[in-house]
Structure formats: C-alpha cells, structure tokens
C-alpha cells in the first residue's frame, strides 16, 4: 500500500499501552515491516473497509430486479447524477 519512493510529508502521532505496542511490534516483524509501515498498512485497510462497507451493498434477486428497473427508468435529474458521479471517492486521495 505505500511506497519507499513516496516522500511522507505528515505525521501522525498516537500514544499506546507498552503491551499493543509490543503485539504490533511482533505482527510487524513477522510481517518483514517496520512497526510505521505495519500500521499505516493496517490503519489504511481498515479504513477503505469501513467506507467500501458504506458504500457497497448486497441484494437478494428480487431487490436486485427493482434496483436493475430503477437503473433503466428515464432519469428525472440527470444534474444530480452528474454531481455524484465527479465526486471523488472517499477512499481516493485529495489531491487527484
């Protein structure tokens, strides 16, 4: 998820009990990562989870029958429309 070549321009300061910090400190060194990678890699997947669990969601055939027919219904605001669809996703970087 991060890249040695990228140049880390903030910091994110956190304080933790001596006993999480041990456990992330052994799951990073197991993993072959320094204990910053290891918890921004971590931090960063559960963070896209919980928005892609916003954002994405499941239907049983019939739902999906009514959502298909919505899709395919003649658009009353299509300004809307556009407006969601140029919006960036939460997940992606500002500055895209």
């Excluded at 990228?6 to 990073?28: H, K």
């Excluded at 320094?34 to 931090?43: C, G, K, Q």
Aim: a positive charge; aromatic letters at 6%; one cysteine or more.
């Amino acid at each position: 998820m991060t890249s040695p070549t990228l140049t880390r321009a903030t910091t994110i300061n956190l304080r933790a009990p001596s006993a999480q910090r041990a456990l992330i400190d052994q799951a990073a060194h197991l993993a072959g990562k320094s204990r910053t990678e290891f918890m921004l890699e971590a931090a960063c997947e559960k963070a896209q989870q919980m928005l892609l669990d916003r954002t994405v969601f499941a239907l049983d055939a019939a739902g999906f029958q009514r959502f298909a027919e919505l899709l395919d219904a003649p658009l009353e605001n299509r300004e809307a429309l556009t407006r969601l669809l140029n919006r960036r996703a939460a997940w992606e970087p500002a500055d895209k």
